[in-house]
């Protein structure tokens, strides 16, 4: 169990498993994983800001399975501390630039 890779939501833990880690950034994690509840060998792909694409299929493949059901269930929220590019450039009129570029994890080699 050491070194056991998880995601940064635990609720989505009990449903699927971390296979590896297809990139990592200062901004973002992104995630393969394999479903708990499916007998084919499909894996997906998540990202750390957001968890839509693991509710959908949870949702869409599994809505009959108890912790699915609780997961589901409207009254539950998941949240995470999401890092975000913060624009720092103004100009003199204290106006953010228009069509400026952000740099993200894939560019900072180019």
Known sequence: MENELILPWNIYNINFKVIKIINSCELYTTYE?????????????ADSRAPSNLRKHLKD???NVKSVRELLAPSTTVSIDVKR????EINDNSDVKKNQKFKYCSDVNT
Not at 33 to 45: D, E, G, L, P
Not at 85 to 88: D, I, M, P, S
């Open 33 to 45: 994983v394999s479903c708990k509840h499916c007998i084919c060998s499909k894996t997906r792909t």
């Open 61 to 63: 493949k599994h809505s």
């Open 85 to 88: 590019k913060v624009n720092t």
